[in-house]
């Protein structure tokens, strides 16, 4: 059988990676998680299927072994966060860009055949012209953007110098249940949600009217496993929207909830967050035809379901 992992596979995003891969039929996932962010809780019902393996992406030694031949890699580990990147540079850097440096190493010393990577929006920075597409020229505001800049480059130039297959997709401001909302580097839409269930106003950064292209968790776990197995001819080496397509500010989005919710709450605001890009949108073109990226959730069902969630677990 296989072996298929996912690094970061106790997150947020990568546990939605690990129940997509197990509903599609793959028996055994292997995880490589330090469990920093991540947690075993959130592979809850289907930890019995998975292999936790407690290791850092900073240390060569401890994941090479785990990765050796392995077919499939989806690297997700990661410090998210586009202010924690400012105000905890070091940490941020040393597991973005050496621990993405350490993940393809092992994978292409080990025979791993190809390795899908987490990248990022943030990449793009501030564009004149909506939406974002993948000619654009990248634009980092943040150290985060930079390092996820850097771990496509590198994934391009694993593919080009090493012959390891690689996908990098840019995930567009991913929510949905499991996002944790307990941090004040938590994202925005987890901390929107833990307001209205308490009746609490939000802290709205700046004046609310900045947007985003928010992509629900199971349409970006599908489209890493498309990723995974496109064809290599067209799409290894490449970078790839994974947005909605959408794009809302938020000040909608509170409206929204509320009006879900059946409440009115108006929200604080505080200043701009340094960093922060104005505006996101993504392109989806190229992904639907080279990665047959479908999104089955529009936002304002993800948002419902999401919602649902956390009413039932927070
Ligand atoms: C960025 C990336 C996203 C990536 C994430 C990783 C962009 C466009 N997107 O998300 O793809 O996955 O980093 O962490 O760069 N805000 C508030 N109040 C809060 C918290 C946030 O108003 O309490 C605002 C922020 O200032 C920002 C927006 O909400 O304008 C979204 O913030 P957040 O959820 O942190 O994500 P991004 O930084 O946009």
């Not at 905890?88 to 860009?97: D, R």
């Not at 621990?99 to 501030?126: I, K, L, M, Q």
């Not at 496509?152 to 929510?175: D, I, K």
């Not at 307001?195 to 950064?205: C, D, E, G």
């Amino acid at each position: 059988m296989s072996k298929v992992i996912v690094t970061g596979g106790a997150g947020f995003i990568g546990s939605g990676i690990v129940r997509a891969l197990l509903g599609a039929g793959v028996g055994r996932v292997v995880v490589i998680d330090n469990l920093l962010s991540g947690k075993e809780s959130n592979l809850a019902e289907v930890r019995d299927s998975v292999d936790l393996q407690v290791a850092d992406i900073r240390d060569f030694d401890a994941i090479a072994p785990i990765l050796q031949g392995a077919d499939r890699v989806f690297h997700l580990a990661a410090i998210p966060s586009v202010p924690r990147s400012i105000s905890e540079p070091v940490p941020s850097h040393t597991a973005n860009i050496d621990g993405t440096f350490n993940v393809y190493r092992a994978c292409a010393e080990g025979g791993v055949r190809r390795v899908v990577y987490a990248a990022s929006s943030s990449a793009y920075g501030d564009t004149l012209v909506l939406p974002k597409t993948e000619s654009m020229v990248s634009c980092p505001k943040s150290p985060y953007a930079a390092q996820k800049l850097m771990g496509e480059h590198y994934a391009a130039v694993y593919a080009a110098c090493f012959g390891l297959e690689t996908v990098s997709l840019r995930f567009f401001n991913v929510f949905g249940p499991r996002q944790d909302p307990s941090s004040a580097y938590s994202g925005v839409l987890s901390l929107f949600m833990k307001h209205l269930l308490a009746r609490t106003p939000p802290v709205i950064f700046g004046d609310g009217e900045q947007s985003r292209d928010f992509t629900y968790v199971e349409d970006v776990a599908g489209l890493c496993l498309k990723a995974s197995l496109a064809d290599a001819k067209v799409v290894s080496g490449r970078m790839y929207n994974a947005g909605n397509g959408g794009r809302i500010t938020l000040n909608e989005t509170w409206r929204l909830l509320c009006g879900i919710e059946g409440v009115e709450i108006a929200p604080k605001f505080g200043p701009p967050r340094e960093g922060d890009v104005r505006d996101s949108q993504a392109d989806t073109a190229a992904a639907v035809r080279d990665l047959g990226h479908a999104p089955r959730f529009t936002f304002e069902q993800g948002l419902r379901l999401t919602l649902e969630w956390y009413r039932a677990n927070l």
